[in-house]
């Protein structure tokens, strides 16, 4: 049971009928996982630990540095050559004290992020690499836990949930197979990256967790893309491929 602050801190939420004391309650009793604390990984951890989540496990190996802070909003100047998921999680704990943080400062592959994805509620892809992302995917599939994926580079952002619980759901691999996909695809350090795009598509990632861990609402379909330079969204629907190498074994 929330105590009084509690139920002052999510009150604006707990108005919502689409949450009200029951979905606030999955919340707090909900545990995310965020796979890097990047650009989209920052505002979508800060976001989820104010709504009230009560667990979230941050992964990432890296430390910051100065060219982060254009856009990675959980660090800060003190924070340059600190691990970022060590960082991220003193400002996720400034922000709402009552959220458990938990952090992995290693590269999450193999043995270790099967665990990890088998342990949560939720899964966000927050990292900018297709070999991370063909990992993750494949471990969420595995584990039957839903995926929430974004992307942002240059002017250009993207969104998708991978509900494996779901008939004839898709996974990351019918949308993008892995044949001829490059790791450098999506590198910031190499293409750049517009500093509040990261925002937008971290905090559409953390309205997809919210809705799937509270219960409110229904969650993303398909495919929806961002282009930041003319302000239009664009929706497209992502069958399952019958023949995907990740998820059409399983089914």
Known sequence: MMDDPALLRYSRQIMLPEVDIDGQERLIGSHALIIGAGGLGSPAALYLAAAGVGHITLVDAD????????????HQQASIGHNKADSAKASMQALNPECRVSTV????????????VATADVVLDCTDRFSSRYAINAASQKAR?????????????QLAVFDPRQPDAPCYACLYPPDGQGDDALSCAESGVMAPLVGVIGCFQAVEAFKLLSGAGKAHQGLSLFEALSGHWRHFNVPR?????VCAPAR
Request: with cysteine; net charge negative; aromatic share 2%.
């Open 241 to 245: 491929d019958p023949a995907c190498p």
């Open 105 to 116: 400062v290693e590269h999450a592959q193999g043995e270790l992020l099967e665990r990890l």
């Open 63 to 74: 430390s910051v540095e100065l060219s982060n802070l254009q856009r990675q909003i959980a």
């Open 145 to 157: 836990v839903p995926l929430v994926s974004g992307a942002a580079i240059r002017f250009s952002g």
